[in-house]
């Protein structure tokens, strides 16, 4: 059974930038698409950034894709997400899923996603 346990989060000023970790276990992430996908108080949890297990293909929604990377270490286990540019609009619990496949591509549906973590608060605010 993969777990997942997201890190990185905080308070951050307007401008500023994290890096989010999502640790897998119980399983090896190559076999795995992974995904990040924030939440904002009162609305919808959506995916903003994914990367597929075969090729390490990455997608984003267009409103981060110059802003958020992406990226995996199948060795330890760990997808990230590296944030620039923060804006207050960012502010959400940032979660991270996984899907068992393997596929050159991916999907940031969250329909699409089995396994997911507790999520890490991200707040960005002067």
């Known amino acids: 059974q993969l777990q997942l346990v997201e890190s990185g989060g905080g308070l951050v000023q307007p401008g500023g930038s994290l890096r989010l970790s999502c640790v897998a276990s119980?399983?090896?992430?190559?076999?795995?698409?992974i995904g990040w996908f924030p939440q904002a108080p009162g609305q919808e949890r959506e995916g903003i950034a994914c990367i597929s297990s075969v090729d390490v293909s990455p997608n984003y929604l267009d409103s981060v894709k110059d802003r958020f990377t992406i990226s995996k270490d199948n060795a330890k286990n760990t997808v990230y997400l590296q944030m620039i540019s923060l804006e207050p609009e960012d502010t959400a619990i940032y979660y991270c899923a996984a899907k068992h496949e393997l596929s050159a591509s991916c999907l940031l549906s969250t329909s699409a996603y089995d396994y997911w973590g507790q999520g890490t608060q991200v707040t960005v605010s002067s």
């Open positions: 119980g399983a090896f992430t190559y076999y795995y698409t």
